[in-house]
Nanobody
Framework: QVQLEESGGGLVQAGGSLRLSCAASRAIFSFNAMGWYRQAPGQERELVARVTRSGTTNYADSVKGRFTISKDIAKNTVYLQMNSLKPEDAAVYYC?????????WGQGTQVTVSS
């Protein structure tokens, strides 16, 4: 059973920054890809950013140029640096690890952006 634990969420003013962390209970190079997703109240969960084992990244159009996903293999941790935050970025952010047909999710961390 893989465990993913997110941290770093909180309350920030619009225009501010946060860095989310996702610590994995196993080596992250064992994952085909890892990603950050978010879900706002009443909305579906959506992809924010994703990084493959080889380092290829992709982002939702709404966060391009503001968010950066990165990984530290030595720490088994994936990060999401969020800059220039907007009220519409407020959501619960989830980390996902993909291993073939299997996926593991963290419990989520709340991000609140005040205008």
């Amino acid at each position: 059973q893989v465990q993913l634990e997110e941290s770093g969420g909180g309350l920030v003013q619009a225009g501010g920054s946060l860095r989310l962390s996702c610590a994995a209970s196993r080596a992250i190079f064992s994952f085909n890809a890892m990603g950050w997703y978010r879900q706002a109240p009443g909305q579906e969960r959506e992809l924010v950013a994703r990084v493959t084992r080889s380092g290829t990244t992709n982002y939702a159009d709404s966060v391009k140029g503001r968010f950066t996903i990165s990984k530290d293999i030595a720490k088994n941790t994936v990060y999401l640096q969020m800059n220039s935050l907007k009220p519409e970025d407020a959501a619960v952010y989830y980390c996902k690890g993909e291993m073939g047909a299997l996926s593991s999710w963290g419990q989520g961390t709340q991000v609140t952006v005040s205008s």
